[in-house]
C-alpha cells in the first residue's frame, strides 16, 4: 500500500451552451489528419481526462483514439448537447487549426466521470494512470478540485517524471486559493481572460498560475454553434498550442512551456 487518502469530490464541469449568433470568426474550422509515424515523439497524443465524448464529425473524428472508461459505466450521451469532453477536444483541434492546416496530434479520451455529474480524485488519478498508459505525452486537465490528494498528486509527479507535460484548469472562482491537479508542482495551471490583456471576472488567479488563455470557445454539435466558458477551455486552447507546436517545430517541451508562460502572462489583478 503507497497511500491512504479520502477520495474528493470534483465539481460538474461546465454546461455547453446553444448560440443564437456565432461570432466572427467562430465559424467551423477545418483540420485534416496528416498520417504520423508510430511513436514519433514530434507527434504528440493528447490525454483528454474528461467526461464521455461524442463524434467531432467526419472530419474531425480521425483524430480521436479509442479511448477508456475507468468508471465501468455504460456512459449514456446527449445527442443534444456536446458533453464537456467535446467541447474541450474542439477547442484543442481549434487551437491546432490556427498553426497548421493539417496535424499528426491525436486525443486519446479517458472518461472520468462515467454517468455521474461528479468526478473524484481517485477517478480522476485512473484516469491519469490510463492515459499515459495509452501513450498520451500531454495532458488536458480541464477539471479542478480544492483538496490536494495524495493519490493523485503521486500519480501527477510520476508522469511528469515521465516527461509528460500536463495543462489543467486554474479554477472558476475569483480567488486566489490553489485548486488541483492545478497547483500540483510541474503542472501548468491555466487561466481564463475574459479579454486581451483582463483576466475573466470569474477566473482564479492564485500564486501558482502561470499563463492565461482565452476562455470562451464555441463549439459545434452537427450545426448547431455552442459557447463553452471558463478555464477549462482556456486549459483546452494551452494544450493544442502547445500540441500544435510540438508537431510543426518538434521543439523541446520545457522551451515550449517557457515559450508560452512569457506568450500568454496572467494579467496583474488589483485584488
Known amino acids: 500500500m503507497a497511500a491512504v487518502d479520502y477520495n474528493y469530490v470534483y465539481a460538474p464541469p461546465v454546461t455547453p451552451q446553444p448560440l443564437a449568433t456565432v461570432p466572427a470568426g467562430a465559424g467551423p474550422f477545418s483540420l485534416t489528419l496528416d498520417p504520423a509515424t508510430a511513436n514519433d515523439p514530434c507527434n504528440p497524443v493528447v490525454g483528454l481526462i474528461d467526461t464521455g465524448i461524442q463524434s467531432l464529425g467526419s472530419q474531425l473524428d480521425p483524430f480521436v483514439l479509442n479511448g477508456t472508461n475507468v468508471t465501468g459505466d455504460a456512459t449514456v450521451l446527449s445527442s443534444t448537447t456536446p458533453t464537456h469532453a467535446t467541447a474541450m477536444a474542439e477547442t484543442i483541434l481549434r487551437a491546432i487549426s490556427k498553426q497548421s492546416g493539417s496535424s499528426s496530434v491525436r486525443i486519446l479520451p479517458v472518461n472520468v466521470y462515467g454517468n455521474s455529474e461528479t468526478a473524484t480524485s481517485w477517478s480522476v488519478a485512473l484516469g ?144
Open 128 to 271: 491519469v494512470q490510463a492515459a499515459v498508459d495509452g501513450g498520451a505525452t500531454v495532458l488536458n486537465m480541464s477539471l479542478a478540485g480544492s483538496t490536494d490528494e495524495a493519490v493523485l498528486n503521486d500519480i501527477i509527479q510520476q508522469a511528469v517524471a515521465r516527461g509528460v507535460v500536463i495543462f489543467a484548469a486554474a479554477g472558476n472562482q475569483p480567488v486566489t486559493t490553489p485548486n488541483y491537479p492545478a497547483a500540483i508542482p510541474g503542472v501548468n495551471a491555466v487561466t481564463a481572460l475574459g479579454a486581451p490583456g483582463q483576466l475573466a471576472s470569474y477566473a482564479n488567479y492564485g500564486s501558482f498560475v502561470e499563463m492565461a488563455l482565452p476562455g470562451t470557445s464555441v463549439v459545434y454539435l452537427g450545426n448547431q454553434a455552442f459557447v463553452v466558458q471558463g478555464t477549462s477551455p482556456a486549459t483546452a486552447y494551452a494544450t493544442g498550442i502547445a500540441a500544435g507546436t510540438k508537431s510543426v517545430n518538434c521543439l523541446p517541451w520545457a522551451q515550449i512551456e517557457s515559450t508560452m508562460q512569457q506568450k500568454f502572462p496572467v494579467p496583474q489583478t488589483g485584488n
